[in-house]
C-alpha cells in the first residue's frame, strides 16, 4: 500500500509503498477514506512524543471501512463504516472497567504507539471497545473529525468543563480543537469569546459565532481584555493551543471559581500555573484527553438533529501526496479550518 513515512524526527517525510498491515485478533483493518491533519502529528514528527517507533506512519483522525477483522472481533465486520477516538483503551484494565478508556495506561493510539493513517489501510486494536459506527448521513471526511478534534473538544468543554447555558467560554487557539469547542459550547447555550493572534481565525470564529475575538498579546493583557467582555470573567475557559502564555491569560481571566480546561500540549518547560491566583479565586484546573467511544452517541445525536455541523469546520482536501510537505507547515503557518486528506 501506500503510506506517508519518515524515518527521523524533523526529518524527511516521503510517500513510500509499504506492506499492508494485518489484523491482530481483537483488532481490525480499515481502508482510510478521510484522514484529518492534526498539530498533533506535527508534534510527533518534532520528536515530542516518546511513544513513536521510527520508522513511522502518522496519521491518527479518520473514518473508513472495515475490510479485515481479527478473529476475537464479535461486534464489527467487513464492510462496516467506522470511526475511532484516537485514544482506544484495552477494554480490560481498572480504567476501563471503570469506562475511562481514554486515560487507559495500555492504551493504543494510531499514529503514535503504532503506525497510523496516512496511508491506504490502517490496524486498530481493541476494535470491540473502541470502534465507532458512523450514521448514513455523515460524511466521510465530516466523520474523520470525530476521532480527535470534534472528540476531544467534546469532552473537555461538555464533560470536563461542565458547560452550562448562559456562561462565558474562553477558547484560547482557533485552530481545529478551539473551533470545535466554540461550536460545541455555542450548541449548548453558552456565550464565546474566542482568543488567536491569527486575523483569519479570529473571522472564522466569529463566523462560527463567536460573540467577541482578542488578537493575542501579553497574557495580563488578554486576561484584561477577557474579563472585560466577558463582564468579570469567564465560567470556563479552555486552552486548546498549548502555549504558556496562554495558560497563563486563561487561568488569570477566570472569575471566581471559574474552571481551566487545558486541551493543548504543553512543552516540557512550560510556565507553571499561578497557583496562588487558583487557591485565592477556588479554580479548577483540568486536563482532557480525547473521549471514550462510549460518550460518542450525544455528540452524533446532536450532529443528527442539526445543532452540531463538524463539516463547517473543513476547509481544504489534499491528496495523501501533499503530506510530506503539508505537515511539517503545520509547525509555522496553515490555513483556518481543518484540512482532512481525502484522495488516498
Not at 483522525?61 to 475490510?67: N, R
Not at 497510523?116 to 465507532?132: Q, T
Not at 495580563?220 to 491569560?249: N, R, Y
Not at 469546520?313 to 501526496?321: E, G, H
Amino acid at each position: 500500500m501506500r503510506a506517508v513515512v519518515y524515518s527521523a524526527f524533523e526529518g524527511p517525510i516521503s510517500v513510500d509503498e509499504v506492506r499492508e498491515p494485518r489484523p491482530e485478533p481483537d483488532g481490525v483493518v480499515v481502508r482510510v477514506e478521510a484522514t484529518g491533519l492534526c498539530l498533533s502529528d506535527w508534534h510527533g514528527w518534532m520528536g515530542h512524543d516518546p511513544d513513536i517507533t521510527l520508522p513511522h506512519i502518522p496519521g491518527h483522525e479518520l473514518a473508513g471501512t472495515i475490510v479485515e477483522a481479527g478473529r476475537s472481533v464479535l461486534q464489527w465486520q467487513v464492510g462496516d463504516r467506522v470511526t475511532v477516538p484516537f485514544v482506544a483503551g484495552c477494554g480490560a484494565c481498572e480504567d476501563c472497567e471503570r469506562g475511562d478508556e481514554h486515560v487507559c495506561a495500555y492504551q493504543f493510539q494510531p499514529g503514535f504507539t503504532g503506525p497510523g493513517s496516512f496511508a491506504e489501510f490502517v490496524a486498530l486494536r481493541f476494535a470491540d471497545r473502541n470502534l465507532v459506527a458512523i450514521p448514513d448521513a455523515i460524511q466521510t471526511a465530516t466523520a474523520a473529525l470525530l476521532g480527535c478534534r470534534f472528540g476531544t473538544a467534546f469532552r473537555a468543554v461538555v464533560d470536563q468543563g461542565r458547560v452550562r447555558e448562559g456562561e462565558w467560554v474562553a477558547v484560547h487557539g482557533c485552530g481545529g480543537v478551539g473551533l470545535a469547542a466554540l461550536m460545541i459550547a455555542l450548541a449548548h447555550g453558552a456565550r464565546v469569546v474566542a482568543i488567536d493572534p491569527a486575523p483569519d481565525a479570529r473571522a472564522f470564529a466569529a463566523s462560527l459565532g463567536a460573540e467577541a475575538t482578542i488578537s493575542e498579546a501579553a497574557p495580563d493583557a488578554i486576561a484584561e481584555a477577557v474579563q472585560t467582555v466577558t463582564g468579570g470573567g469567564p465560567h470556563l475557559s479552555i486552552d486548546a493551543v498549548g502555549h504558556p502564555a496562554a495558560v497563563g491569560a486563561s487561568v488569570a481571566s477566570l472569575r471566581r471559581r471559574g474552571r481551566h480546561v487545558q486541551v493543548g500540549l504543553l512543552p516540557a518547560n512550560a510556565t507553571p500555573v499561578p497557583m496562588g491566583t487558583v487557591i485565592g479565586r477556588e479554580l479548577e484546573i483540568l486536563g482532557s484527553h480525547g473521549m471514550q467511544a462510549h460518550r460518542y452517541p450525544e455528540m452524533l445525536q446532536m450532529i443528527a438533529n442539526g445543532r452540531l455541523a463538524p463539516d463547517k469546520l473543513v476547509t481544504r482536501t489534499i491528496s495523501l501526496d501533499d503530506v510530506p510537505s503539508a505537515l511539517p507547515a503545520m509547525g509555522y503557518a496553515h490555513p483556518p479550518g481543518i484540512t482532512v486528506v481525502a484522495s488516498l
